[in-house]
Nanobody, 121 residues
């Protein structure tokens, strides 16, 4: 079993920054075997893709709504993936979830419990 634990969420003003972390653990978990991603879900809306990163960390993909503002990275030695969020907007307010996948991150094998991000105007 794999556990994903997010941290770093909170309340921030418009234009501010936050860095989310997702620490992965589990007896059989090997960071280099999983692509990782971040998703978010705002109240009353469906969960949506935010960013993905491949196993090596050399390839990333970002949703159009966050390109130029968010960066995803990973440290396989620490089994941790990060989401650096800059120039935050009210529409970024959501619960952010970390995901891990052996295949496509759009169909994850594991989810974290989520961390709340609230951007105040």
């Amino acid at each position: 079993q794999v556990q994903l634990v997010e941290s770093g969420g909170g309340l921030v003003q418009v234009g501010g920054s936050l860095r989310l972390s997702c620490a992965a653990s589990g007896r059989t978990f090997s960071s280099s075997s999983y692509a990782m991603g971040w998703f978010r879900q705002a109240p009353g809306k469906l969960r949506e893709f935010v960013a993905t990163i491949n196993r090596s960390g050399f390839t990333t993909n970002l949703a159009d709504s966050v390109k130029g503002r968010f960066t995803i990275s990973r440290d396989n030695a620490k089994n941790t993936v990060y989401l650096q969020m800059n120039n935050l907007k009210p529409e970024d307010t959501a619960v952010y979830y970390c995901a891990a996948a052996r295949g496509s991150v759009l169909n994850p094998d594991y989810w974290g419990q989520g961390t709340q991000v609230t951007v105040s105007s």
